[in-house]
């Protein structure tokens, strides 16, 4: 890879981080506090400070970074720390900004509006921060941290600290706010996964069968869809089978299964998600 390229990737990654800086502190200032809604995490508490000890949650998120990038210096590759240094810098800025900013959305009082909108901003502008190798640092520090040195996944610790932050938030958010925020926090979960997934929908099929070549054939014929042999063990007999892999869109699974079920009643079907495919598959023919 070329210095030039290299310097256009970190550009390209920088800019979008900022962009979901941008997002997700819009969101913060703009519906959450707004609307008195929580939030999970490090956020969370900068909201709990600013309830309390009227603190700027621009001050307080890098106030509460530094100790956590120090603490996971040595946890973090020179590219991970850089740009979780970056994005809490960015998301403290855009966090000043926003609030600096006359901007007021009415929502009719309607807070289940607000959740799924709090739930949208956050979710789409931390996903896009992630899907670009970026960070806002805070509990994934942390995370990162127990991950290595206590062997907790990462998904565990996170949730066990929102619910912990969520859980003070109840010294100052009365329940039915606390059950909104529940609610955006579940369209925030959606969100992330849809945004780093992106919206690609495809299928994948493993097929047994003693067919499996008539059935391939017809796949490639009739479907001209691109087919894979892998080569099968059964535990219990110890016989090799041939499997059949093949990926196509949701509409095309009821025609396949037809299709597998004319050649063979019996053929043992398993049918997967597929987030992504990369790649072209290559069909060489005899001429």
């Known amino acids: 890879m070329t210095k030039q390229h290299t310097w256009q990737t970190t550009s390209r990654d920088l800019a979008v981080i900022a962009l979901g800086c941008a997002i997700y502190a819009f969101g913060l200032v703009t519906i959450n ?13 900068t909201l709990i400070l600013r309830y309390w000890l009227h603190i700027d949650p621009a001050y307080s998120t890098a106030l509460l970074n530094i ?28 966090l000043w900004i926003w609030q600096r900013v006359p901007i007021t959305i009415d929502l009719n009082h309607d807070i289940l509006i607000a959740a799924i909108l709090a739930g ?25 941290i127990i991950e290595k040195e206590k062997g907790m996944p990462m998904g565990r610790s996170l949730l066990l600290f929102d ?25 925030f979960s959606r969100i992330v996964n849809f945004t780093l997934e992106g919206a690609y929908a495809a299928k994948g099929l493993l097929v047994i069968s003693d067919h499996a070549q008539a059935i391939a054939d017809d796949i490639l014929a009739d479907m001209e869809r691109g087919v894979t042999f892998l080569q099968a063990t059964g535990a219990y007999a110890h016989q ?7 990926v196509v869109s949701p509409s095309e699974i009821a025609y396949l299964k037809r299709l597998i079920n004319q050649h063979d009643p019996h053929a043992f079907v398993s049918i997967i998600d597929v987030h992504e495919a990369l790649g072209k598959a290559l069909r060489t023919t005899n001429q």
């Open 120 to 144: 949208l901003c956050s979710g789409f502008g931390s996903g896009i921060i992630y899907r670009f190798g970026g960070t806002t640092g805070g509990t994934d520090v942390i995370a990162r």
């Open 33 to 45: 506090i707004q609307n008195h809604l929580a939030e999970g995490g490090l956020t969370g508490i």
């Open 67 to 94: 100790p956590l990038i120090i603490l996971g210096y040595r946890y973090l590759g020179k590219r991970a720390l850089a740009y979780t240094i970056y994005g809490t810098a960015m998301m403290s800025v855009f």
């Open 163 to 187: 619910v912990v932050v969520l859980t003070l938030s109840l010294s100052y958010l009365d329940i039915e706010h606390m059950m909104y925020t529940l609610i955006a926090s579940y369209v």
């Open 240 to 246: 090799d089978r041939p499997m059949l892999y093949c």
